[in-house]
T-cell receptor, first 113, second 113 residues
Framework: GAGVSQSPSNKVTEKGKDVELRCDPISGHTALYWYRQSLGQGLEFLIYFQGNSAPDKSGLPSDRFSAERTGGSVSTLTIQRTQQEDSAVYLC???????????FGPGTRLTVL | QKEVEQDPGPLSVPEGAIVSLNCTYSNSAFQYFMWYRQYSRKGPELLMYTYSSGNKEDGRFTAQVDKSSKYISLFIRDSQPSDSATYLCAMKGVTGGGNKLTFGTGTQLKVEL
């Protein structure tokens, strides 16, 4: 289909390792968002990209988290030196404009042992 | 205190029942209100999007907003087993903050035969 895709669907890693999570937005969508969903915490905003503007990184919990979006399309969320509290589902969403409906991908379930 | 409060449930109802799901919020800057449905191991999907105080109906779903009380509701009529999912309220302001959403923790709903 033409929805938002994310990879991998599941990732198990050891504490201290780096991980990269990938998001492929809907083709033509200019805005891309990352959220984190922890048990009992709901979805927590991390970062969003809109076109060529500087990303809004206000939701990143620490400097171990970073994200980039190459060519205005695919985005990678990187978590360095993972900690057990980073275990969560990481969701990506895209929208056709900054104020339009956000379509979510299925998420990447990250488990840090 | 969280900006958005939502009873996590679980809420179990018989098929055909009317379901009432609610969120309260503290930030008066929130002006747009959404309800998302999330099936297990899937990303959230948008159900309802409202701006004004009052009711908005779409099929079996009615979204209600009371800005003076900072209270929003989602009603599901003639509930079906296929409605079993987690329901998330989300909201955002008009100015600033781009399109990032603030979510409730979600209410888990089970509709039983």
């Amino acid at each position: 289909g033409a929805g938002v895709s994310q990879s991998p669907s599941n990732k198990v890693t050891e504490k201290g390792k780096d991980v990269e999570l990938r998001c492929d937005p809907i083709s033509g969508h200019t805005a891309l968002y990352w959220y984190r969903q922890s048990l009992g915490q709901g979805l927590e905003f991390l970062i969003y990209f809109q076109g060529n503007s500087a990303p809004d990184k206000s939701g990143l919990p620490s400097d171990r988290f970073s994200a980039e979006r190459t060519g205005g399309s695919v985005s990678t969320l990187t978590i360095q030196r993972t900690q057990q509290e980073d275990s969560a589902v990481y969701l990506c969403a895209s929208s056709s404009g900054l104020y339009n409906e956000q379509f979510f991908g299925p998420g990447t379930r990250l488990t840090v042992l | 205190q969280k900006e958005v409060e939502q009873d996590p449930g679980p809420l179990s109802v018989p098929e055909g029942a009317i379901v009432s799901l609610n969120c309260t919020y503290s930030n008066s800057a929130f002006q747009y209100f959404m309800w998302y449905r999330q099936y297990s191991r899937k990303g959230p999907e948008l159900l309802m999007y409202t701006y004004s105080s009052g009711n908005k109906e779409d099929g079996r779903f009615t979204a209600q907003v009371d800005k003076s009380s900072k209270y929003i509701s989602l009603f599901i009529r003639d509930s079906q087993p296929s409605d079993s999912a987690t329901y998330l309220c989300a909201m955002k302001g008009v100015t600033g903050g781009g399109n990032k959403l603030t979510f409730g923790t979600g209410t888990q709903l089970k509709v039983e035969l």
